[in-house]
């Protein structure tokens, strides 16, 4: 077993769902990478995610750069997210 003073902490990055509020997290991810100059994916060692946070998360893990995400939401967000009322029978 790895000794606890010597293991090494792990990061993980987890996002929440909610449709069109993954914009929220994408523009935050947009911004480190911009203040860092590094993707992402590089700060963090496990990527996961709910429903649209799960898409951010693989596409991060791809290599996609999260202004592209956040580009690709604001442009077919709107349209992939779109609010359809609940019927009842």
Known sequence: MADVATARRRRILAI????????IPAVALAG???????PAREAFDFLAGTSTGAVIAGG??????????????????????????VVST
């Open 16 to 23: 929440d769902g909610g449709g069109m509020r993954g914009l």
């Open 32 to 38: 480190l990478e911009r203040m860092t100059g590094r």
């Open 60 to 85: 991060l893990a791809a290599g996609i750069p999260a202004q592209r995400i956040v580009e690709l939401y604001r442009r077919r967000g709107p349209e992939l997210f779109r609010r359809t009322p």
